[in-house]
């Protein structure tokens, strides 16, 4: 079956420091890649996406995940986190190679919480 | 945004009782999904919707069923409430960027 793993629950950091958070997804055939960020009570939000092109992708705020396809990776990373960083990350996945309606679907992973402190 | 709305937000019922989730979009997309979010199991779909009237089961469908007679609504019913059905829902939509765009949620509790 298709999965997608987050290798960390959750990731204590301090303010100004880097972050990586990790995201393995199952099968090396093609693939559309997300992250999604949510705030506390609040729906998810998409922060940035690989569909096809530069392996290296960037969001508006500072984060950039990098598509590795021999590693089946897709992990986020920021120089320098703040606390309103604080929030709970999702990676998800679209397996291109899926028929009909179900090719439109995102398996997501459990989720990575981020803390950053002061 | 994406135009999205969900109602209720917030649900406290019994066991035992139907329920309907309502999520509304002003969007136009094709597709629309209901998942659960849990601690501990990330987000799963529940249901999904390519087109009105056509549905499909997700990964944890059983006690839920849907229904979309209009592009813009997607409803999520539970035919009789278990305690292990509170959760918190989301509604998503997608166009063919196959990107989700996410409503506020619902939280609902079965006591």
């Known amino acids: 079956a298709q999965s997608v793993t987050q290798l960390d629950s959750q990731v204590p950091v301090f303010e100004e420091a880097p972050v990586e958070l990790r995201c393995n997804y199952s099968?090396?055939?093609?693939?559309?890649l997300f992250w999604y960020v949510q705030y506390p009570n609040q729906g998810l939000q998409l922060l940035l996406k690989?569909?096809?092109?530069?392996?290296l992708v960037k969001s508006i705020n500072g984060f950039e995940a990098e598509f590795n396809k021999s590693q089946t990776s897709f992990h986020l990373r920021k120089p320098s986190v703040h606390i309103s960083d604080t929030a709970e990350y999702f990676c998800?996945?679209?397996?291109?190679?899926?028929?009909?309606?179900?090719?439109?679907?995102?398996?997501f992973g459990k989720g990575t919480l981020l803390t950053v402190n002061p | 945004d994406a135009g999205i709305t969900q109602s209720p937000r917030h649900k406290v019922t019994e066991t035992g009782t139907p329920v309907t989730l309502r999520c509304h979009q002003t969007?136009?997309?094709?597709?629309m999904y209901w998942y659960r979010q849990d601690p501990g199991h990330g987000l799963r779909l529940i249901h999904y919707s390519y087109g009105v009237k056509d549905t499909d089961k997700g990964e944890v469908s059983d006690g839920y069923s849907v229904s979309r007679s209009k592009t813009e609504d997607f409803l999520l019913t539970l035919e009789s409430a278990t305690s292990s059905q509170t959760s918190v829902y989301f509604c998503?939509?997608?166009?063919?960027?196959?990107?989700?765009?996410f409503g506020p949620g619902t939280r609902l509790t079965v006591t």
């Open positions: 998800a996945v679209n397996w291109r190679g899926n028929s009909g309606g179900s090719n439109y679907k995102l398996t």
């Open positions: 099968s090396s055939v093609s693939v559309y």
């Open positions: 969007e136009n997309h094709r597709y």
């Open positions: 690989y569909l096809s092109g530069s392996t």
């Open positions: 998503a939509i997608s166009e063919r960027s196959y990107e989700q765009y």
